[in-house]
Every structure is written in C-alpha cells, then in structure tokens.
C-alpha cells in the first residue's frame, strides 16, 4: 500500500475527466470499427441493434476492458492519466476481482435513479459512489510532487 499522506479521495470532477477519456478512447475504437463492419447503414438506421458485432463492440468489449484494466492496473486509461486508483475501501490494497465486478455492475444501478448514484460522490465524505459503497472501494488519487513556486517579479 502506498503511504496514505500521499493520497486523497478523487472527487466528482477529476472522475468525470476521467469518464470523458475513457469514452473518447472508446468511441476512436469502435466507431471504425462498426463503421468497417456494417458501413454508413449503421449510423443511420433505426434498428436498436445491428447484429451479432454490434452487440460485442458496443456491448460485451467495452465491460471486458474495463475489467481488465481494473484489474491489471487498478484503472481505466482515463483514470491512470488522471492518476487516479481504484482501491479496497477498508485496506487500501487493490480490490479483489470480485469487487471489481460488483463496481461495474453496481454502475447499473447508480444509473437508474437518473444517475443520482454516480453524482453522490460530489457529496459523500469519502468520494464514494453507489457503485464504491457497493464493491466496497474507494478512488483515490496521489498527490503531486512538485511544490509551486513563483519568482519575484523583478
């Protein structure tokens, strides 16, 4: 575990950036990707799904990376440019794959209520979201290094 003085609770905001990265990332990815696959038809069609690949680029590989980078790094890209961790909430060790399967899917339901489970975290002590109370987890973020400081002005 690293020394607690050199981390804080991530809050709302820098999370968010990080959500923002992850979907950029994420939409570079598979926009390609299901264009290559069904062409112009599948950004203007009406059909909710296009078939087997859109359901798998759109659906099963986005919740497969996440997991995987829970789990290899404790963070999404988005999270680890932001420097930001994914922790056990009691131990401050990496969480469990089970826990990091219970945040995904408790993101489901901290969605349902108009995403009131998401934007807890702007108000709870810890930072934590219905999905962290849930898998029992904690986003935290290291603190920087470098001290500011300024000239005098000459």
């Not at 050199?6 to 570079?28: E, K, N, P, T």
Request: hydrophobic fraction near 50%; charged fraction near 15%; glycine fraction near 8%.
């Amino acid at each position: 575990m690293q020394n607690s003085n050199d981390l804080h609770y991530a809050g709302f905001w820098v999370r968010f950036g990080a959500f923002l990265i992850d979907s950029l990332l994420w939409l570079m990815i598979s926009l390609p990707l299901l264009y290559a696959v069904y062409g112009d038809q599948y950004f203007v069609s009406e059909q909710l799904s296009q078939g087997f690949f859109d359901i798998l680029i759109s659906w099963i590989a986005p919740v497969a990376a996440v997991l995987w980078f829970w789990i290899a790094k404790q963070a999404t890209p988005g999270k680890m440019a932001l420097r930001l961790r994914i922790v056990d909430a009691s131990s401050g060790e990496a969480a469990t794959p089970g826990q990091y399967v219970g945040r995904y899917f408790g993101y489901l339901l901290a969605c349902i209520p108009l995403g009131l489970g998401l934007i807890w975290c702007a108000f709870d002590s810890r930072k934590q979201g219905w999905h962290d109370k849930l898998a029992k987890t904690v986003v935290v973020r290291r603190n920087t290094p470098t001290e500011v400081v300024f000239e005098k002005a000459a």
